[in-house]
């Protein structure tokens, strides 16, 4: 919620605070450009009750609706309490135009969505209009009490009027609760769609978006920007739409009970802004003092923390304490003076709004002595006036949740703008099993950005039905080959064919239901073992799913858990080590019975003996399909039909193994290397059945 000054930014990179200085730089003070410009402050945290002594009797006996404070801290409405709570205080700052934009977005952001919940928005809608009502019944009825009532001693009016407020109370409440509950669906619902459209969204994005874009970054549009944007949508009918109507309603019963006297009361209105407007750019400026010293001494801590071995062996401790007071005394006259600008900002509204009514108070009262309104009139208008600053003071409240949930709808609406790629063309054709071959033809590619190409017009024909290894120098680009055979990148220049077709005129569905995959870094998801395997092929039956674990060396450590294929793996697979991980993955991969079978430094987190096992299998399994392995290990691909060494974006050299040592070029160094290194560079493996193996 809180705008913070450059050195402790807000995390989600939203919107600045146009009064936030930079560092080192005083907040400009005087008149801004236009009005639109001006800065308002909300001291958050403390709820700005412009009404001395808290809240209107009406909506004391209607309901507590004091507007949650955009911060854990949310106001209880205690005004006393509120001012004890004043050192939690945050000041947020915004003009009437990033108020007025923060809006818009918003609104543009759900109009798409609402459509779907009519019957909701109508009912929400039509509560809030009834409380509304009620709203304006009350301060009304104050009138026909005071002047037809008790003024003329008239009990049976008086019973009347009582009456009439008791069960328009009583409807209201009953009508409150059930559109609270709507509200509420509402809300969530809304709050549902959007995840959904960003999760949805999210997995039609390309392999390029993964790579260009860090993954905390993706995260925080479902964890920072949800956040506020459930925060916004949540409160929205409570603290905006219910005081945006209570005020309209509100000013016009005063125009209704007196308008000459309802216009001044309206002209005089903005004397309450004077004080927020000499003082807000001085609480800003020692807003961003106080955050500037506290990051400070929170670099303190961590330089101290982390330098803890020095600071002990130096016996440094009462030198480091002594600098760390010298700070934090600094700091606490930094957070006292910006506490009490916040608190004056907040108290020039109280005053301004109390001189305000004093002055109403004072016309209304002389126009009553006067005879020119009745008792009740006065008395009801007053009610009326209350009604309407505490109305504006809770609209001010919602801005900056709504400014804050504003530059959280950029963020996702710059993640859903991001473009997915159309996965089939019109008219593709659906892959038939490979036969002959998957050819890269005058292939050229680049990741983004990059100045060097990963494949420079490079030409490959892999035979099916083959064992193929591609080993290499590392970021020679064997990853890569094998993700654009699965199309998760496209070509730049040159294209890729599966038996003579170009793999952009099939379906992706048909392209990948041929393949299957087991990367170097397996992920697994969080479910049972047996769910896991079977995300290979839907619909695998047990036999098969135990059938793979077999094959894939597995199925042994499976049947040792308490659960066998029943355990949970944990959030990524974290329960397992890399090598089960990794097994289980080539079981998630053979269940597929695909055509295709790539191999991306698969057994690279397995110790020797396992993975000459998993090799074997891997090569009885191969029989009658296509396996294409990148690696390092070249003790792995000795046995492999063919070689193919890339380096500088071609292929190089291909051919057997032995072929390959007797050419005696790049891969018969290689192959030297590994020797003479003894392929000491193997992870070491923590699998427990490694010396068990089936
Ligand atoms: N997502 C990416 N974005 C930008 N550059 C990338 C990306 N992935 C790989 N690269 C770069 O492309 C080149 C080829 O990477 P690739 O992972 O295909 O090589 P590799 O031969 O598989 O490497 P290794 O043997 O180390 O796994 C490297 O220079 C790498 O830095």
């Given at each position: 919620?809180?705008?913070?000054?450059?050195a402790?930014?807000?995390?989600?990179?939203?919107?600045?605070?146009?009064?936030a200085?930079?560092?080192?730089?005083?907040?400009?003070?005087?008149?801004?450009?236009?009005?639109?410009?001006?800065?308002?402050?909300?001291?958050?945290?403390?709820?700005?009750?412009?009404?001395?002594?808290?809240k209107?009797?009406?909506?004391q006996?209607?309901?507590?609706?004091?507007?949650p404070?955009?911060?854990?801290?949310?106001?209880?409405g205690?005004?006393?309490?509120?001012?004890?709570?004043?050192?939690?205080e945050?000041?947020?700052?915004?003009?009437?135009?990033?108020?007025?934009?923060?809006?818009?977005?918003?609104?543009?952001?759900v109009?798409?969505?609402?459509?779907?919940?009519?019957?909701?928005?109508?009912?929400?809608?039509?509560?809030?209009?009834?409380?509304?009502?009620?709203?304006?019944?009350?301060?009304?009825?104050?009138?026909?009490?005071?002047?037809?009532?008790?003024?003329?001693?008239?009990?049976?009016?008086?019973?009347?009027?009582?009456?009439?407020?008791?069960?328009?109370?009583?409807?209201t409440?009953?009508?409150?609760?059930?559109?609270?509950?709507?509200?509420?669906?509402?809300?969530?619902?809304?709050?549902?769609?959007?995840r959904?459209?960003?999760?949805?969204?999210?997995?039609?994005?390309p392999?390029?978006?993964?790579?260009?874009?860090k993954?905390?970054?993706?995260?925080?549009?479902?964890s920072?920007?949800?956040a506020?944007?459930?925060?916004?949508?949540?409160?929205?009918?409570?603290?905006?739409?219910?005081?945006?109507?209570?005020?309209?309603a509100?000013?016009?019963l005063?125009?209704?009970?007196?308008?000459q006297?309802?216009?001044?009361?309206?002209?005089?209105?903005?004397?309450?802004?004077?004080?927020?407007?000499?003082?807000?750019?001085?609480?800003?400026?020692?807003?961003?003092?106080?955050?500037?010293?506290?990051?400070g001494?929170?670099?303190m801590?961590?330089?101290?923390?982390?330098?803890?071995?020095v600071?002990?062996?130096?016996?440094?401790?009462?030198?480091?304490f002594g600098?760390?007071?010298?700070?934090?005394?600094?700091?606490?006259?930094?957070?006292?003076?910006?506490v009490?600008?916040?608190?004056?900002?907040?108290?020039?509204?109280?005053?301004?709004?109390?001189?305000?009514?004093?002055?109403?108070?004072?016309?209304?009262?002389?126009?009553?002595?006067?005879?020119?309104?009745?008792v009740?009139?006065?008395?009801?208008?007053?009610s009326?006036?209350?009604?309407?600053?505490?109305?504006?003071?809770?609209?001010?409240?919602?801005?900056?949740?709504?400014?804050?949930?504003?530059?959280?709808?950029?963020?996702?609406?710059?993640?859903?703008?991001?473009?997915t790629?159309?996965?089939?063309?019109?008219g593709?054709?659906?892959l038939?099993?490979?036969?002959?071959?998957?050819?890269?033809?005058?292939v050229?590619?680049?990741?983004?950005?990059?100045?060097?190409?990963?494949?420079?017009?490079?030409?490959?024909?892999?035979?099916?039905?083959r064992?193929?290894?591609?080993?290499?120098?590392?970021?020679?680009?064997?990853?890569?080959?094998?993700?654009?055979?699965?199309?998760?990148?496209?070509?730049d220049?040159?294209?890729?064919?599966?038996?003579?077709v170009?793999?952009?005129?099939?379906?992706?569905d048909?392209?990948?239901?041929?393949?299957?995959?087991?990367?170097?870094?397996?992920m697994?998801?969080?479910?049972?073992?047996?769910?896991?395997?079977?995300?290979?092929?839907?619909?695998?039956?047990?036999?098969?799913?135990?059938?793979?674990?077999?094959?894939?060396?597995?199925?042994?450590?499976?049947?040792?858990?308490?659960?066998?294929?029943?355990?949970?793996?944990?959030?990524?697979?974290?329960?397992?080590?890399?090598?089960?991980?990794?097994?289980?993955?080539?079981?998630?991969?053979?269940?597929?019975?695909?055509?295709?079978?790539?191999?991306?430094?698969?057994?690279?987190?397995l110790?020797?003996?396992?993975?000459?096992?998993?090799?074997?299998?891997?090569?009885?399994?191969?029989?009658?399909?296509?396996m294409?392995?990148?690696?390092?290990?070249?003790?792995?691909?000795?046995?492999?039909?063919?070689?193919?060494?890339?380096?500088?974006?071609?292929?190089?050299?291909?051919?057997?193994?032995k072929?390959?040592?007797?050419?005696?070029?790049?891969?018969?160094?290689?192959?030297?290397?590994?020797?003479?290194?003894?392929?000491?560079?193997?992870?070491?493996?923590?699998?427990?059945?490694?010396?068990?193996?089936?």
């Amino acid at each position: 919620m809180t705008r913070k000054p450059p050195a402790n930014p807000p995390a989600d990179g939203g919107a600045q605070s146009p009064a936030a200085p930079p560092a080192g730089e005083p907040a400009a003070e005087g008149a801004a450009a236009s009005p639109l410009d001006e800065k308002f402050a909300i001291p958050v945290g403390a709820v700005a009750s412009p009404v001395p002594g808290g809240k209107s009797p009406v909506k004391q006996i209607v309901q507590d609706k004091t507007p949650p404070a955009p911060k854990a801290a949310a106001d209880d409405g205690d005004d006393e309490d509120d001012e004890d709570d004043d050192d939690d205080e945050e000041l947020v700052v915004f003009t009437a135009r990033e108020a007025a934009g923060a809006l818009a977005t918003i609104a543009h952001f759900v109009r798409p969505i609402l459509p779907n919940y009519r019957k909701m928005i109508a009912i929400v809608m039509f509560g809030v209009v009834v409380e509304t009502l009620f709203n304006v019944i009350m301060p009304l009825s104050l009138k026909f009490l005071i002047d037809d009532a008790l003024g003329e001693e008239d009990f049976q009016e008086l019973y009347k009027i009582l009456s009439i407020l008791a069960i328009a109370g009583v409807i209201t409440s009953i009508v409150a609760v059930w559109y609270e509950r709507w509200d509420a669906r509402l809300a969530a619902s809304v709050i549902t769609d959007v995840r959904n459209r960003l999760f949805e969204h999210v997995q039609r994005l390309p392999a390029g978006y993964f790579a260009r874009t860090k993954r905390g970054e993706t995260l925080s549009r479902f964890s920072i920007d949800m956040a506020a944007f459930e925060n916004v949508v949540e409160i929205f009918a409570n603290t905006a739409m219910l005081p945006l109507l209570e005020l309209v309603a509100g000013i016009i019963l005063m125009l209704f009970l007196n308008w000459q006297l309802a216009v001044v009361a309206l002209l005089i209105f903005p004397i309450t802004l004077i004080g927020p407007r000499i003082l807000t750019p001085k609480a800003v400026q020692a807003n961003y003092e106080q955050k500037v010293q506290e990051a400070g001494l929170l670099g303190m801590v961590q330089e101290n923390v982390a330098a803890q071995a020095v600071v002990k062996a130096f016996s440094l401790q009462r030198k480091m304490f002594g600098f760390f007071t010298l700070r934090n005394n600094a700091t606490r006259n930094k957070i006292a003076e910006a506490v009490f600008l916040r608190s004056m900002v907040e108290r020039s509204v109280t005053v301004a709004v109390l001189l305000l009514h004093l002055v109403v108070l004072a016309i209304g009262a002389y126009l009553a002595t006067k005879g020119q309104i009745t008792v009740g009139t006065f008395v009801t208008f007053e009610s009326a006036f209350w009604e309407v600053s505490y109305n504006i003071a809770h609209l001010m409240q919602f801005i900056p949740v709504a400014i804050q949930a504003a530059a959280a709808v950029r963020h996702m609406e710059e993640l859903l703008d991001e473009p997915t790629p159309i996965a089939d063309r019109a008219g593709a054709a659906v892959l038939p099993r490979i036969t002959d071959n998957i050819a890269f033809e005058r292939v050229t590619f680049s990741y983004e950005g990059a100045e060097q190409p990963v494949l420079d017009n490079l030409s490959l024909k892999l035979k099916a039905g083959r064992t193929i290894a591609i080993v290499g120098p590392s970021g020679s680009g064997k990853s890569t080959l094998l993700n654009m055979i699965l199309r998760l990148y496209q070509p730049d220049e040159g294209r890729i064919s599966i038996d003579g077709v170009d793999v952009r005129k099939v379906t992706l569905d048909s392209l990948r239901q041929s393949m299957a995959v087991v990367f170097q870094e397996n992920m697994l998801f969080n479910m049972s073992i047996r769910d896991n395997i079977r995300l290979g092929k839907e619909g695998a039956t047990d036999e098969e799913v135990v059938e793979a674990a077999k094959k894939a060396e597995i199925h042994r450590y499976i049947m040792s858990l308490p659960d066998k294929y029943d355990t949970q793996v944990g959030e990524r697979g974290d329960t397992l080590s890399g090598g089960q991980r990794q097994r289980l993955a080539i079981a998630r991969a053979i269940v597929r019975d695909p055509s295709v079978l790539l191999l991306d430094e698969a057994t690279s987190a397995l110790d020797q003996t396992t993975e000459a096992a998993i090799n074997k299998t891997l090569l009885k399994l191969a029989r009658g399909r296509t396996m294409i392995f990148s690696t390092h290990r070249l003790t792995s691909v000795v046995e492999m039909d063919e070689i193919i060494v890339i380096s500088g974006g071609q292929a190089i050299e291909r051919g057997s193994h032995k072929e390959l040592l007797a050419k005696n070029g790049v891969y018969r160094k290689l192959w030297d290397d590994q020797k003479n290194r003894g392929y000491d560079d193997d992870e070491d493996d923590d699998d427990e059945d490694d010396d068990d193996e089936e």
